[in-house]
């Protein structure tokens, strides 16, 4: 809801603002007073077309911000933080700067956005209807949600179950086709991995193999060598010929630190250590004994594991760093494999389900129609009345659902541009249905009817979008509407109604209305003056919230042209009578 609109610069608007709260808000003035301008601003603050003949004379620019209580809107508060925008005490700012020379700028919660993202953000928030652009409600998309919101939960619920098989339709498809249109890729790729595995499984290496071959190769390949070194160490550690050894140096360094030990107790100390290291240079000399006997030069073995070797590394050249990464790939394989091989039976799986979401399909689409078209006959029934009270006593409205047939020879059997089948007939869906809905308006006795926009005069439009949103008031999702004039060519018990219909539709949201009929100003909950001054060269406008007796004189201006004459003011005291007790049984 709009809390606050401060206008600055704007036409004849110097500096004012309108503090805006629920229910209905009128604003009257004399003709030329800038009441127009509100309704431009408002524009502006939904992101229209910046006019800079708009600017106030004399001003560099012009600017409009809007107020917005955002506690009860959460999408559009997580949009305006999307964008970078502050929400601050669930109040979210709007700004528009429009400069003499043309350039206009936007503003959502303080941040600087694109003009295109401000609308975005505002179109659910303010529906205008005006003289000119009646938005919301002329778009085929916002009459067909219209007509469902209007349905209420059977037609809810049908478009949930259609929404959701048209989901699942829609990623069926898109994976049968992948899977038909690579199929010639599916078996090249199952046919590299055939031979991939069946190379793998010739060689059926073990996990670690590699390595272990790499250091028995060595092994193998310097037998000479490594028992020569064995043998050397065996002579230097413990000697068969004589020569001097560890064992002999140690156990002698032990002797002569022994002989002394009585006379110094580290001396014996070190004569232990030395019987430790005797001990460990004794069992190292047979570990080097033994490993020399075991040494044997074997060129059969060696030959046998190079060639496994071999036979390996063109595995890894292929397949993996390692013996290891071989064996994960050729699991990873064996697995793809499977599901390539199963591609065949997979397409006709895919069919066999997108055969029955097609069908399924079809079945709640029928329904969904009738459904519709069910609807649509309450909704014109409901407009039309409210019509006839709103100095339209022979328009007829209209709602049409209709469907688009295709020609299933000239049209793909699936994916985007494929037909429909519901019942005999082959028809164009998309996620909301097979239907396009339409409101049409016959404003004469005998004149066919035509779309809104092409049906009624500015005025009629206005009156004809008011009764539509009266009708679809306990279903509208926008919390703000303004009307600009919408009581254009009518006067009297019409006048009345118009004013009746607003405050009804006031109930259930805010609404601002632009008047000149005191019938209308008299339902409002809150009554905003626009007045002109002028100092002789310069001509300004500002708004003024009436009480209860300031609002007396200006119907009464609005009635008779006077504000002192005890005739009009009587006349307006009765209006605002007559206006409360319709409210109270409205």
Do not use: C
Not at 131 to 141: E, F, M
Not at 199 to 215: R, S, T
Not at 503 to 519: D, G, I, M, N, W
């Amino acid at each position: 809801m709009l809390e606050e609109i401060r206008i600055g610069s704007l036409g004849v608007i110097d500096s004012s603002t309108l503090e805006l709260g629920p229910g209905l808000t009128v604003i009257t003035g004399e003709t030329g007073a800038g009441k127009t301008m509100i309704v431009t601003a408002l524009g502006l603050l939904l992101g229209g077309r910046a006019d800079s003949g708009a600017v106030r004379s004399g001003s560099r620019s012009a600017r409009v911000e809007g107020v917005v209580d955002a506690s009860a809107l959460a999408a559009f508060a997580a949009a305006v933080e999307e964008v970078g925008g502050t929400v601050e005490d669930d109040r979210v700012v709007l700004a528009r700067n429009v400069a003499a020379e043309g350039r206009s700028r936007a503003f959502v919660g303080g941040a600087s956005v694109p003009v295109s993202s401000l609308a975005e953000l505002a179109e659910p928030l303010v529906a205008v209807h005006g003289q000119s652009d009646q938005h919301r409600l002329l778009r085929p998309r916002a009459q067909r949600e219209a007509l469902d919101r209007f349905a209420g939960a059977p037609v809810a619920a049908l478009l949930e179950r259609y929404r959701g098989a048209h989901r699942r339709l829609a990623a069926v498809e898109r994976e049968l086709d992948e899977v038909v249109t690579t199929a010639r890729d599916r078996a090249r790729e199952a046919d590299l991995l055939r031979f991939g595995l069946e190379e793998v499984e010739q060689v059926a290496p073990e996990p670690g193999e590699d390595e272990a071959l790499a250091a028995e190769e060595s092994r193998l390949g310097f037998s000479d060598t490594l028992r020569l070194a064995a043998e050397v160490a065996r002579e230097a550690l413990s000697s068969e010929q004589g020569s001097p050894d560890a064992l002999g140096t140690t156990s002698a360094a032990r002797s002569a630190l022994e002989g002394v030990r009585e006379h110094d107790t580290e001396a014996g100390e070190l004569a232990d250590r030395l019987a430790e290291v005797t001990y460990l240079l004794s069992d190292v000399a047979a570990d080097v004994a033994s490993y020399a006997t075991r040494i044997e030069t074997d060129p059969a073995r060696l030959a046998a594991v190079s060639e496994r070797r071999a036979a390996l590394t063109a595995l890894t050249r292929k397949y993996g760093e390692s013996i290891d990464e071989v064996l994960a790939w050729a699991e990873t394989s064996a697995r793809r494999l499977f599901e390539l091989d199963g591609t065949d039976e997979r397409i006709e799986e895919l069919r066999a389900e997108r055969d029955e979401l097609r069908a399924e399909l079809g079945g709640l689409a029928g329904e969904l129609s009738a459904a519709r078209s069910e609807a649509a006959g309450r909704l014109a029934e409901q407009v039309t009345a409210e019509l006839g009270l709103l100095a339209m006593p022979h328009a007829r409205v209209s709602v049409e659902v209709r469907q688009t047939e295709l020609d299933p020879d000239g049209a793909p059997a699936t994916g985007a541009g494929a037909p429909l089948l519901v019942g005999e007939r082959h028809l164009r869906f998309g996620s909301s249905g097979v239907d396009e809905v339409e409101l049409l308006l016959a404003a004469n006795t005998g004149s066919e009817p035509r779309p809104l926009h092409k049906g009624a005069s500015g005025g009629e439009l206005s009156r004809v979008m008011l009764a539509l949103e009266v009708a679809l008031s306990e279903t509208s999702p926008v919390p703000t509407f303004v009307f600009d004039e919408v009581d254009a060519g009518v006067g009297g018990t019409a006048a009345v109604e118009i004013g009746r219909r607003l405050a009804r539709l006031a109930r259930s949201a805010q609404v601002l209305v632009v008047t000149h009929l005191p019938q209308v100003a008299a339902f409002a909950d809150r009554h905003v003056v626009v007045e002109k001054s002028s100092d002789g060269t310069v001509t300004s406008s500002g708004l003024t919230v009436l009480d209860e007796a300031a609002r007396e004189r200006e119907l009464s201006r609005m009635l008779a042209g006077m504000t002192e004459s005890d005739t009009a003011l009587a006349h307006a005291r009765e209006l605002l009578e007559v206006a409360a007790s319709a409210r109270a049984l409205a």
